[in-house]
């Protein structure tokens, strides 16, 4: 950027870049960055409004921190730029943590537009593992779990531990000489982990014991290290002046409530006194963090503490890319978000399910545009288009399975019961895909019920469907008699009579299919790593592994960069994993030319994918 100041100056004259950005305190980074003064945009628009502060022909305007950049805040500059002949330049990373007004206007530049240039080389870490490993959890690639993983990056464990582990790595990296961050999502948290630091600072003599209280209920003295956390341009400091994210050593606790402070990182010893009023409402203790907060910080190390199910994938990302020589993440793996399910022993799987969560789970505000594309995209998603398939097939054939329970032996009351569970729906939809198959469901479901040994059992819809599995994998299904998969993943509803029923199963599956094509169509404009998972030597198999793969993927909302990620631990899920890893698991690795070049092959019209 400051290279590119000089040449626009040479061009246009000395004062002809303008540098903006949405808080202070990166206004405050970008100065630095340009070696000129700059300013945030609120403050910007609002000299602007006033009439005071206006761009000039020729002139260029850098925003940094775009993503933080809100839509209507940016709309007020870049239009007044156009009117004038000046040029706005929107420098980030789309990827991080978004406005919180109104944003996503950044997002959909970078994703609509085509002339958008973007850095390829990453220069932060020192490691060159965790320089790929960025990218991949910048866009939410599931597979990069397991990279942290094996270098000992994520750390499970109970709540009370992991907060333990990190505050101890921390202090370790501090007591060492390292600049460090200690990140955490909840306001909570991160005032409990400042609480504990001051504490032990205390209790080490860098702290004096008497302080004044604080906004968060924390106090603040002598030793500590603080945040301020609102424009106040009346309290300077020379040429500068108290903004909202500044660092501050407390240098002296006054009876009245105020605080003398020297700013943190700077050489002079020029101290400030921030009034009793500003401290009670706008200062906190500096030690904790959190990701918005460590947005734009560069330290040697990182701990980030994820333990509940408000961190998204955007705030993962910041707070796992601060350090440059480690970043570690402390995963609380028995909080209430948890399924009863995943409070088991294997402390490392319940952790990588929880970041798998988190990957696909962004939260960065989109544009009123992206929003609509978006809804509608999911909308024409095998994943509401099957879900819709599977709901209307199960009520269309829910008199027919419950004839065959009866006709097996079973009790109307226990039946009932069946009903109502969650196995139900996962038994009916494995009768559809073996009668789709080919085997006889009439004759096969009342045989293995008249089987016996359901009394006391507690989940008779999971046994039924183990004891069809077993009886089905011991012979081959009768081809004539096979009604296929819907995309190669959905099994195909038979024996509905309903004639409204009938037709709503047939739209839909006459839109998966489409939504399939429109998929491989994208593919083949835009590879992905996965391809590379095709036999050259099957064409026809080929197609018929990389359409189940993508429905697989689209119905699941998988973003790994290998074919079908990892191992789910859902059973709905695992279904069509295991289904998808069938077609797949004969295909050898070739080159994704090769792989793309078999989706494009003409499809025979006899085989129905």
Do not use: C
């Not at 700059?38 to 022909?57: D, Q, S, V």
């Not at 866009?139 to 101890?168: F, K, M, N, S």
């Not at 698991?585 to 006899?606: C, K, Q, V, W, Y």
Request: aromatic share 6%.
């Amino acid at each position: 950027m400051r290279a590119l100041r000089r040449a626009w100056e040479r061009r246009y004259g000395t004062g002809s870049v303008t540098g903006l950005a949405p808080s202070a305190a990166a206004a405050d980074v970008l100065a630095g960055d340009l070696e000129i003064g700059t300013e945030n945009t609120a403050k910007w628009l609002h000299e602007h409004r006033l009439g005071r502060w206006n761009l000039t022909r020729g002139q260029l305007v850098i925003i940094d921190e775009a993503s933080l950049g809100g839509t209507f805040a940016l709309d007020a500059v870049t239009s007044h730029a156009q009117q004038v002949g000046a040029k706005v330049l929107l420098v980030g990373d789309w990827a991080q943590l978004a406005s919180v007004d109104a944003g996503g206007a950044f997002g959909m530049l970078v994703r609509d537009r085509g002339d958008v240039p973007e850095l390829v080389d990453v220069r932060r870490f020192r490691n060159d593992w965790e320089k790929q490993a960025s990218l991949q959890l910048r866009i939410g690639d599931t597979d990069v779990i397991d990279t942290y993983i094996r270098h000992g990056r994520v750390v499970p464990g109970g709540y009370d531990e992991i907060l333990e582990a990190a505050y101890q790595a921390w202090r370790t990296d501090l007591a060492t000489g390292k600049s460090t961050v200690l990140i955490a999502e909840t306001l909570d948290t991160v005032s409990a982990l400042n609480t504990r630091a001051r504490t032990d600072r205390i209790v080490q003599g860098d702290v004096a014991v008497d302080g004044v209280k604080l906004h968060d209920g924390n106090e603040a003295s002598r030793g500590d290290l603080i945040i301020t956390r609102e424009n106040n341009r009346r309290l300077s400091l020379g040429r500068s002046w108290v903004k909202n994210g500044d660092r501050w050593h407390v240098t002296h606790a006054n009876d009245d409530g105020s605080l003398t402070v020297r700013r943190a990182g700077s050489k002079r010893r020029t101290t400030i006194t921030l009034p009793a009023s500003y401290v009670a409402e706008h200062v906190e203790l500096g030690y904790a963090v959190t990701a918005h907060r460590a947005q734009g910080s560069t330290v040697d190390t990182a701990h980030a503490v994820v333990h509940s199910p408000e961190v998204t994938r955007e705030s993962l990302y910041v707070a796992m890319t601060r350090g440059r020589e480690s970043n570690r993440v402390y995963v609380a793996t028995d909080e209430h978000h948890l399924e009863e399910h995943q409070h088991r022993e294997d402390l490392q799987n319940t952790a990588r399910s929880i970041l798998y969560g988190i990957l696909q789970h962004p939260g960065a505000e989109l544009s009123a545009h992206d929003t609509i594309t978006v809804e509608q995209d999911f909308w024409g998603s095998l994943e509401q288009l099957a879900a819709e398939y599977d709901t209307i097939a199960q009520v269309a054939g829910q008199e027919r399975w419950i004839a065959l329970l009866h006709a097996g032996g079973l009790t109307a009351e226990t039946i009932d019961e069946l009903v109502e569970t969650d196995a139900f729906g996962i038994l009916t939809t494995e009768l559809r895909r073996l009668e789709a198959d080919g085997h006889d469901i009439d004759s096969l479901l009342p045989r293995i019920i008249q089987v016996g040994g359901l009394d006391e059992v507690q989940d008779l819809g999971s046994l039924l469907r183990y004891r069809l599995q077993r009886i089905t994998a011991a012979y081959q299904p009768a081809p004539q008699r096979a009604a296929g998969m819907i995309a190669g993943l959905v099994p195909r509803a038979t024996g509905i009579t309903d004639p409204a029923m009938r037709q709503a199963l047939d739209e839909r599956e006459q839109l998966m299919e489409q939504r399939i094509d429109a998929l491989v169509e994208n593919l083949l404009k835009q590879p992905e790593p996965w391809l590379t998972g095709l036999d050259e030597t099957a064409p026809a198999e080929g197609e018929a592994a990389a359409r189940a793969i993508i429905a697989y993927r689209d119905r699941w909302g998988v973003t790994s960069s290998s074919p079908l990620g990892a191992v789910p631990g859902d059973d709905a899920q695992r279904i069509d994993y295991e289904r998808a890893q069938a077609q797949l698991s004969a295909m050898t690795s070739r080159d994704g030319e090769h792989a793309a070049a078999l989706l494009s092959a003409p499809r025979t019209s006899e085989r129905r994918l």
